[in-house]
């Protein structure tokens, strides 16, 4: 007998948001899967937030519907709805002490719960977010990581089915953030709810979800797991925004043994692979080759480079960045023209390369997709 599927905790169908002659989100399907941590993560301007105000009930549809655990609420208001918002600035009340805030969502319930259910439910809302004994404190003495934690806990006291996560973490310093991205993964597995994060930070969106959700114009191009899309894009716009990579553009020609043969400028030829994300390209489609700056080799001299090559060629160098396990260098070809590459610490060459250096670059088959050129 089969398994009835799992009802998702939110769901969007055919979802779009209009402001006047501007489509802000545009026929939008998601789901959000039960206990998942899903990001949505694009540019400003691609509807990102705009799908997570309509989700807390901030906006409604223009068309479609919105669903949470299987119920249409479409229309209905936020304060109706199973959801909690954790905003950007927090928006904390200065004039509470910690203790206040986290306490404010069950203080507006009627009836009230009893003062010692309320103590209680704030004790255990502030040890899940690591703040025992700050309830007295007052806002201004908390630090931003502090600050952060009181709105989680604040929003995590009423038990939501899903947790909206605004950019939470964009006003923290670089390890800030970083410490508290472990923190909200580790606090989202404890608590075993849904959480949807949006943001413009592919690297926050890829260490801590699941799910990732790529939007462009409105539109969701691509959603899968990490690794997914970062190996496996629809698009160059999805290859481009997760990660770094270098494009070089060119006509596709046979595909033989899983490789698709691409003609470059010039006369210059390579091979690769593709995506399996999306069908791929026809001999004759305008292309892009794209490769990872980590899958390309360098060395000082072609018979230096290992023997499973697609594409080997001649380049210079014109920047060098040192960065701690790798070293970034851009390079420059006389054709293909400045791209991008990047070394590990104990990499293949004997030496770091100089600006200037003559340096011979290559990379085998797989580090190479070929993607029909939008």
């Avoid at 939501?160 to 996560?165: I, R």
Wanted: one cysteine or more; proline letters at 6%; glycine letters at 8%.
């Amino acid at each position: 007998m089969t398994k009835p599927a799992a009802i998702p905790d939110i769901s969007f169908r055919g979802v779009s948001k209009r402001y006047g002659d501007v489509v802000a989100v545009d026929k939008v399907d998601l789901d959000l899967s039960k206990g998942s941590f899903v990001s949505l993560l694009g540019p400003s301007g691609c509807g990102k937030t705009t799908c997570l105000r309509m989700m807390a009930g901030f906006e409604q549809p223009s068309a479609g519907e919105v669903f949470i655990r299987g119920d249409n609420v479409t229309g209905v208001p936020a304060y109706r709805r199973p959801v909690n918002m954790v905003f950007q600035h927090y928006a904390l009340f200065p004039h509470l002490n910690v203790a206040d805030n986290v306490s404010y969502g069950l203080r507006q319930r009627s009836p009230r719960p009893p003062r010692e259910g309320i103590a209680k439910a704030v004790d255990e809302a502030l040890s899940m977010v690591r703040l025992s004994g700050y309830g007295a404190r007052r806002i201004w003495e908390l630090s931003g990581g502090q600050q952060q934690r009181v709105a989680l806990a604040r929003a995590l006291i009423n038990r939501p089915a899903v947790l909206l996560l605004d950019e939470p973490l964009a006003a923290l310093d670089r390890k800030l953030r970083h410490d508290m991205q472990i923190e909200l993964q580790n606090l989202q597995r404890n608590v075993g709810i849904t959480f949807l994060l949006v943001t413009h930070d592919q690297e926050e969106a890829l260490s801590m979800s699941d799910r990732v959700c790529i939007m462009k114009d409105g539109r969701l191009v691509q959603a899968g797991t990490p690794r997914e899309l970062y190996d496996e894009p629809v698009n160059g716009y999805v290859a481009d925004f997760v990660g770094k990579s270098n494009f070089f553009a060119g006509t596709a020609g046979q595909a033989s043994d899983g490789l698709i043969k691409v003609a470059l400028v010039d006369g210059m030829k390579t091979a690769g692979r593709a995506s399996r994300s999306t069908a791929p390209p026809r001999q004759g489609d305008a292309v892009l080759v794209s490769v990872r700056p980590e899958r390309i080799r360098l060395a000082a001299a072609e018979r230096d480079l290992p023997n499973q090559i697609a594409f080997r060629a001649e380049a210079k160098v014109l920047n060098r960045i040192f960065l701690g396990e790798q070293t970034e260098y851009l390079v420059a070809h006389d054709r293909l023209g400045e791209f991008m590459v990047r070394s590990p610490r104990q990499g293949n060459q004997a030496r770091a390369f100089e600006i200037g250096d003559r340096v011979a670059i290559g990379w085998p088959p797989d580090a190479a997709l070929v993607l029909i050129k939008d």
